[in-house]
């Protein structure tokens, strides 16, 4: 099939890119005490220099004492933090890119293979992180307070700093998907509920505090996934009207792009439809989506981590789909982690320079 269709401009509010392809977060633990290097510019810039549309970068996390679980994770907040994260966004828009953080916290997590703790415990709407395994404490009021805020102000320095527009990790089992997973949240006051639509009111206040913040014209965006790391089967929405409940708020909220996460792209959300995950949600919502899951290889991300290698593959099916508007922009994560010039390859139809990925990618930044 003619990948014209990938290739065309796409325009939202302020943000205006060059193609529909989108870099995905992945995380890279290579920014020691949390501080972006050079190197980390670097890497982001070859991708930008490799025509990716818009990076979104690897998770970055806001100014709460315990938002992250890694050393080498970078911060979105502090002095020398945000001079390397300017550093980055200059480098992108040199070459021509845009770019989003994706901001986050991570919430009640295992505690990190190197034995490094964050100066205080990890904070959950109940101090879980999976069902039966209490590893944080649960967030008081004033808690909830501080880190809306801490949002916002990561997003105002995004802002400030030149990105292009941002992204709120909502997704994988991190703290603003732990209010939505009714196995993390416990609660029995305003941040709680039986029902997904109850247990919407964090993320809600957070996008309000986001918008509030940044003002109407840069793009918001939310990454949702149904599955969790610890579950990858669940889904928080089982059906189309769960779903409404679930994405309608967010939308109102100030949500412009949705960006939606499945392990394969390909398989559909409920039955009775052949629509996938962001199909689905663009079809109740109304607004953009990204597609991500195993775009491009033919192996998903989650065997890859454990050492599985993945071949290049078709993407006839992902360009059915986005011809017929099922969704409005597609994430590649590990083929533009392997090679920056994946974009460009994809363009000029050089198929048999498309590279696999292996596990041996993550030990380092590729720049070439």
Not at 25 to 38: A, D, L, Q, V
Request: proline share 6%; charged share 25%; aromatic share 10%.
């Amino acid at each position: 099939m003619s990948t014209e269709s990938l290739f065309r401009p796409f325009s939202l509010k302020s943000l205006n890119i060059k193609n529909r392809i989108v870099m995905a977060p992945m995380t890279r633990s290579f920014s020691p005490g949390g501080i972006p290097t050079e190197q980390v510019a670097a890497y982001y810039q070859k991708r930008a220099e490799g025509e990716v549309g818009l990076i979104l970068s690897e998770g970055t996390v806001i100014e709460r004492p315990s938002s992250s679980n890694d050393p080498n994770i970078p911060h979105f907040y502090g002095e020398q933090a945000l001079a390397g994260w300017k550093k980055v966004i200059d480098e992108v828009h040199s070459a021509g890119g845009a770019m989003a953080p994706q901001i986050w916290h991570m919430g009640v997590m295992d505690n990190h293979h190197s034995g490094w703790v964050p100066p205080v415990p990890f904070e959950g709407p109940s101090g879980l992180n999976r069902p039966g395994f209490i590893n944080g404490n649960s967030m008081s009021d004033e808690d909830i307070a501080d880190t809306i805020a801490a949002f916002g102000r990561a997003a105002a320095d995004a802002k400030r700093l030149g990105f292009d527009t941002v992204e709120l990790h909502g997704a994988h089992g991190y703290l603003i998907d732990q209010f939505f997973w009714n196995e993390t949240n416990k609660r029995t006051d305003i941040w709680g509920g039986k029902t997904i639509g109850e247990r919407t009111r964090f993320a809600v206040e957070v996008i309000k505090e986001v918008r509030r913040q940044v003002g109407e014209d840069l793009p918001l965006i939310i990454r949702l996934s149904q599955f969790k790391p610890s579950a990858y089967t669940n889904k928080l929405a089982a059906n189309p009207q769960e779903l409404e409940e679930w994405v309608s708020p967010l939308a109102d909220a100030g949500i412009d792009i949705f960006h939606c996460s499945q392990r394969r792209f390909w398989e559909p959300e409920f039955d009775g439809s052949d629509l996938n995950f962001a199909g689905w949600v663009k079809k109740i919502s109304g607004r953009a989506t990204i597609t991500v899951g195993s775009v491009g290889l033919t192996g998903e991300f989650l065997a890859a981590f454990a050492g599985e290698a993945s071949q290049p593959s078709s993407l006839d099916e992902l360009l059915r789909r986005l011809d017929r508007g099922d969704f409005d922009l597609v994430a590649v994560g590990r083929p533009l982690l392997a090679d920056p010039n994946w974009v460009k390859k994809v363009r000029e139809g050089r198929k048999e320079e498309l590279k696999g990925f292996t596990k041996d990618a993550l030990a380092e930044l590729v720049m070439a």
